[in-house]
């Protein structure tokens, strides 16, 4: 098999510490599955612009372009000084490469804090329009104040957009519970959402062996909170499933336990737990590594499948395997889920558990 490629971006604060706990792991799943990996270490963040003046130095992309695929870890951007080569990669990646769905899954495990011990969802998220200025926008920004008393916000729905990650989200539903719920709120956005939920109802028609079904987003956050059970796929547009992972990860641990996946039309995806740097533990050796390593073997699980090499999608579902196996003892899980150990010592018995 031709080796993968795969960039490694360790990002800012404890994306220093994750992120190469999450290439630790998958080194030891992909060599008991016999999965070949190029690795190719990439600067980017505060160290970067420390040492090549920029958080997103010349080449980047190219380089990246070059792979499979890559492993981002958190940014800090709010907190770089305000000089030109401090800019936020985190948009810039995602629409260079046109990764528009955004893949949160959402699962409980018991004992570590979940308020409900049978939670298994996925919210899709359109990753590139919407609200977000720094991607609803060619050149310029999304938001401006003609006045001092007043400042304009525009979203940005399109029928591309909204089709292409209403496929993502049917793509992923068919694999799962063959079960789509529309979020969205075209009671009020009668043009934006009314548009997002025209094309996801087109793009279902090639899926008929997927329900869909549709939830107001003020319906669906209380019902997320009351029976999150009833739900499987989910897919929203940006904002709305900005906030709502985030709601959806309160249930089951906290932001540590919030792992994504960046897709798009292509054969690259870009592996980003969801929370933030938390400059306030880093270098602590206290962070929860679950949602960096669950988030690089979905990136493992998506490139086996997209390149038909069923070693590498065996190796994420040992890696699935042994992040229970670690969750399930206190001492081998990490304090904000009811643990004791550190990084360190939760990685070394997830790497144990692959064994």
Not at 17 to 25: D, F, G, K, L
Not at 88 to 97: A, E, T, V, Y
Request: net charge neutral.
């Amino acid at each position: 098999m031709t080796p993968f490629k795969i960039g490694i971006l360790d990002g800012d604060d404890i994306g220093r510490e994750i992120v190469p706990a999450a290439v630790r792991v998958v080194r030891a799943a992909a060599d008991l599955h016999k999965v070949a990996i190029d690795w190719s270490q990439v600067p980017i963040g505060r160290s970067a612009l420390d040492t090549h003046g920029s958080t997103m130095p010349d080449g980047t992309l190219e380089t990246l372009a070059a792979l499979d695929g890559f492993i981002l870890g958190p940014i800090g951007h709010q907190a770089y000084p305000k000089v030109p080569g401090a800019i936020n990669p985190h948009p810039i990646l995602r629409k260079h490469f046109d990764l528009f769905a955004n893949i949160r899954p959402t699962r409980s495990y018991k004992d570590i804090g979940c308020i409900y011990d049978d939670i298994d969802l996925v919210i899709v998220r359109e990753n590139n329009e919407g609200f977000q200025p720094d991607r609803n926008v060619v050149a310029g920004s999304g938001e401006f104040r003609p006045s001092d008393e007043m400042t304009i916000s525009v979203r940005v729905i399109s029928r591309t957009g909204s089709r292409k990650v209403a496929r993502a989200a049917l793509e992923l539903a068919r694999s799962r519970r063959k079960k789509l719920t529309l979020v969205h709120k075209n009671t009020v956005f009668k043009l934006g959402c009314g548009m997002f939920v025209e094309e996801c109802y087109k793009a279902a028609a090639d899926f008929p062996d997927v329900k869909v079904d549709e939830v107001i987003v003020d319906t669906f956050a209380m019902r997320l909170v009351r029976d999150p059970q009833t739900f499987d796929t989910v897919v929203t547009t940006n904002m709305f499933g900005d906030i709502l992972t985030d709601e959806a990860a309160g249930l089951v641990g906290g932001l540590g336990m919030a792992p994504g996946l960046c897709i798009g039309e292509g054969n690259i995806a870009m592996a980003q737990a969801t929370h933030g740097s938390a400059p306030d533990i880093a270098g602590k050796d206290v962070a929860n590594p679950y949602a960096m390593i669950y988030s690089t073997a979905m990136l493992l699980d998506f490139l086996g499948r997209s390149r038909k090499a069923p070693n590498a999608v065996a190796a994420a579902k040992s890696i699935e395997r042994a992040l229970e196996s670690a969750l399930s003892n206190p001492e081998t899980r990490t304090r904000d889920i009811r643990g004791t150990a550190g990084t360190t010592a939760m990685t070394d018995a997830i790497v144990r558990a692959l064994a």
